[in-house]
């Protein structure tokens, strides 16, 4: 079977939490440095995005050791994953392991050929170029130490990910961001009317742009991994409703910021 390799090296600082673990003895014993890998998903346009999870290998230098080299996880939480079940918040546990101490530098996830998107009730088989197997290259440098287990998020933009052929066919060219919550904020809130179904933009002082899909029963949205700083934050509705756009929304690392419930106006009809 042809697979397709992810190479994902974590830019972003790594979420530390002290697990210290009391001994018989009276000194205390530190547990093994613990990895863990979560897979959440901005909103996308289809019924269903599936991914195909084989594995998952870290590139791992043991104390000691100068060059290292891949290993294959054993505690992987391998299958078909429906991206959009992971989407405003959620998020899903895809691989977990101790390791001895050292340095991680790179992630990679391997997929196999049953990708697919459901688009207006038909599934549609996504293929994934030749070009796509050296992966996404981000630079990590993950220092593991005794007593602490290191958390991160893949966040798999299904949207922009799905690239749609001239011919009728799907091609996956994935856009992933990784991220932790201790090192970033969050918005969240309602929409209303549900009917609306807006598109919902947080644009940053310098242009950088995150965004997500309100969803489409409860009207309920969330971004999570913005930068510290002020935003604007566009809803872009479907036709029938004015777009509304939200100045100076303030994030702050580690806080989700309330908007509330947002009202989308109807679209005011000439005569």
């Known amino acids: 079977m042809k697979k397709l390799f992810l190479s994902l090296s974590i830019v972003a600082s790594w979420l530390a939490v002290s697990c210290v673990e009391e001994s018989n003895s009276s000194s205390e014993e530190l547990s093994s440095p613990k990895i863990s890998i979560r897979l959440t998903d901005a909103p996308a346009s289809y019924d269903e995005v599936l991914i195909d999870l084989q594995e998952v290998r870290v590139h791992f230098s043991g104390e000691g050791e100068e060059e290292g080299g891949w290993h294959t996880l054993e505690n992987v939480n391998t299958g078909i994953y429906n991206l959009l079940d992971f989407t405003n918040g959620a998020d899903t546990l895809i691989a977990e392991e101790e390791f001895t101490v050292g340095e991680i530098s790179q992630i990679r996830l391997i997929l ?5 998107i459901k688009k207006d ?3 549609h088989d996504v293929k994934t170029p030749s070009a796509q197997q050296s992966g996404l290259k981000l630079n990590v440098h993950a220092e593991l130490e005794k007593g602490v287990a290191y958390r991160v998020w893949l966040d798999f933009d299904a949207s922009r990910s799905i690239v749609a052929k001239g011919n009728g066919t799907y091609s996956l060219k994935p856009v992933i961001r990784v991220f932790t919550e201790a090192a ?20 940053s002082a310098n242009a950088d742009t995150f965004s997500t899909y309100a969803d489409t029963t409860t009207g309920y949205f969330m971004i999570k991994a913005l930068p510290e700083g002020n935003y604007k934050v566009d809803f872009n509705p479907v036709e029938g409703y004015q777009i509304k756009e939200i100045d100076e929304v ?21 005569g």
Do not use: C, H, R, W
Request: hydrophobic share 40%; net charge negative.
């Open 112 to 116: 196999g050929e049953n990708n697919k």
């Open 250 to 270: 303030e994030l702050v690392n580690g806080e989700i910021n309330d908007m509330g419930t947002v009202t989308i106006e109807e679209a005011v009809t000439a």
């Open 121 to 123: 009730g038909v599934y």
């Open 184 to 203: 970033s904020g969050a918005l969240k809130g309602m929409v209303f009317p549900v009917e609306s179904k807006p598109y919902i933009q947080a644009i």
